[in-house]
């Protein structure tokens, strides 16, 4: 008797069979393959979303993860999330709702909090300026997993970490399979499923599969943007970022100096005003050149912080902008100091792209060396107010971010992704405030959620500074997550049909979420209903029945009445 293809494995799967675990033939016995319903490759925000909604829609999942921790940018990048003003009100679904309820619910649960703050209804753990939600990473990890939780248990979800995608079986537009390696090379899976789901942070699967796709800055002739360039520039990206935490304590924790400190010790971009290591750097709104202050621990009172960037962007105190941790929300003596998360302007790394480069392994690790040498030069050679130089007292909290021997993040921040060549591109004039001003971001009739974030650009590969402008609360269009050609692959995360420009604002944590989301509930959708992604598109009845099971399970289509910033 034969064994089951893969294309068999995947039709069988289709029909609801539960993930299997099979030795292929003529493979050795590290090399296995394994079925469901869909393959979600990557478990950032956006992995994590899909997976939720085909669970949720009676599916099998296998769901891969790169890094120890899922929940990508919130979690093993170490990245608080990046919120607009009416997160606590409307403008995101209701799972990621239920993961921001998640994660207040574990610190009153489990923190020795004050009295005051466990009676905080909009409780921020870190009193961060970027956000009415600032918290350690490892929490999010736990709310993430229990979020899962039931799925593994009854088999449905199966979750392959640390594993990482290295090849795919592709038959004219569809994908069969994907093939996915350990982290450690212990061994290889081949995932079969009749729908794919790309949520990986760079967009893998596009040129593993041939999927047409966009890198860096589309020209003007392109798009019609009136950023854009006059000639595209595919290699020009945003800069990669490696976080850290620190806290500020008694003693000298002064790590070892890096390898390349004197490097980055005097390197200046020509934007910049002052070298890459200084407090000064461009305002990125005005791009006036402006001096940050420092000052840890400020004793501030974090029921008083007012964490709303339509007001504020909140980096004119380093410490307290991305603080994670502010310790006088906890008991007496419960921290030694709060614990900030460092993802400020001198940690952008603008050597060189780390996408489709064969040198990106090189980047990646001299992003972290740089990381490494911001923190020694706060350490030994900051300017302070008090006119002396260094802080000493701050301490590398790698345990509070999982990270590796180096006490950094487990995986650099990935602003800018592949992007696929999808049926709709979102360009600037949909949502740029100064084009659209008091009529609003456009409406799409395929609307599959929404978002809001400034269209915000960090300094760039190529040279080129922040990109900061106001931008109009806007909706996901369904045509962005539909490549024009493959049929059954999905864009779930950063890699949809944006340009360079409105990635910038569709980037952030709970639009990557909404996009996840409302990719998996697609597949879903058509896997019930025997249809494909294309045809929920064009079909008025389809569309309407798909929006339909999106607003029965929480995810908002349509703005109230509100104004971009």
Request: proline share 6%.
């Amino acid at each position: 008797m034969r064994n089951a293809t893969s294309a068999e494995k995947a039709k069988n799967a289709g029909n609801g069979e539960k993930a299997e675990r099979t030795t292929m033939m003529g493979e050795s016995p590290d090399v296995v393959e394994i079925s469901a319903d869909a393959v979600v490759v990557g478990g950032g925000l956006g992995g994590v979303a899909a997976a939720l909604a085909l669970l949720r829609a009676g599916r099998t999942v296998i769901l891969t993860e790169e890094y120890d921790w899922l929940g990508g940018q919130l979690t093993s990048q170490a990245v608080p999330p990046d919120e607009h003003s009416w997160v606590e009100r409307f403008g995101v679904t209701a799972s990621y709702r239920a993961l921001r309820d998640g994660i207040r619910r574990y610190y009153r649960d489990h923190y020795p909090l004050t009295a005051r703050s466990r009676a905080w209804r909009e409780l921020n753990p870190g009193a961060g300026h970027v956000s009415r939600l600032c918290h350690e990473p490892r929490v999010a990890v736990a709310v993430i997993e229990a979020m899962l939780a039931p799925y593994r248990g009854s088999g449905r979800l199966r979750v392959l970490q640390p594993y990482r995608p290295v090849g795919a079986e592709v038959d004219g537009d569809r994908v069969r399979a994907v093939r996915l390696e350990h982290r450690e090379g212990k061994g290889e899976v081949t995932a079969v499923a009749p729908y794919v789901l790309d949520a990986t942070e760079t967009g893998e699967l596009l040129p593993l599969t041939g999927t047409e796709y966009v890198t860096g800055f589309e020209s003007q002739g392109d798009t019609g943007e009136p950023s854009a360039p006059a000639e595209a520039q595919p290699m020009n990206m945003q800069a990669v970022s490696v976080c850290f935490a620190i806290d500020h304590v008694d003693g000298d924790h002064t790590i070892d100096k890096p390898a390349a400190y004197e490097f980055w010790r005097s390197y200046q971009p020509d934007f910049w005003g002052d070298r890459l290591l200084s407090w000064r750097c461009p305002h990125p709104r005005t791009l006036e050149i402006v001096e940050r202050s420092f000052t840890p621990n400020p004793d501030d009172d974090p029921l008083l912080v007012e964490a709303d960037q339509r007001l504020n962007p909140g980096d004119a105190n380093l410490w307290t902008f991305r603080r994670i941790a502010a310790r006088r929300n906890f008991a007496d003596g419960a921290y030694d100091s709060d614990i900030t998360l460092v993802n400020w302007p001198m940690i952008d790394y603008l050597e060189g792209p780390v996408i489709d480069v064969p040198d990106a392994a090189a980047h990646v690790a001299a992003a972290r060396e740089l990381s490494r040498s911001v923190l020694y030069w706060m350490q030994t050679e900051a300017p302070r107010a008090d006119g002396g130089t260094g802080f000493p007292g701050l301490r590398l909290r790698g345990d509070v971010t999982g990270g590796g021997e180096d006490g950094l993040a487990q995986a650099p921040y990935i602003r800018e992704s592949r992007r696929v060549r999808a049926l709709y591109t979102v360009a600037e004039q949909d949502l740029s405030f100064a084009v659209r001003g008091d009529k609003g971001a456009v409406n799409y009739a395929d609307s599959v959620g929404v978002g809001m974030y400034r269209i915000d650009l960090h300094p760039s590969t190529g040279g080129d500074n922040y990109i900061d402008v106001a931008s109009s609360p806007f909706e996901i269009p369904l045509g962005a997550l539909v490549p024009q050609r493959m049929t059954n692959l999905l864009p779930a995360s950063k890699n949809i049909g944006t340009t360079h420009i409105t990635n910038g604002a569709y980037r952030l944590h709970p639009v990557e979420w909404n996009v996840g989301e409302a990719a998996g509930a697609l597949a879903a959708f058509c896997l019930d209903n025997a249809t494909t992604p294309h045809a929920v598109r064009e079909d008025e009845g389809l569309l309407a029945d798909f929006q339909r099971r999106l607003t029965r399970d929480g995810v908002e289509l349509r703005w109230p009445q509100v104004t971009g910033y």
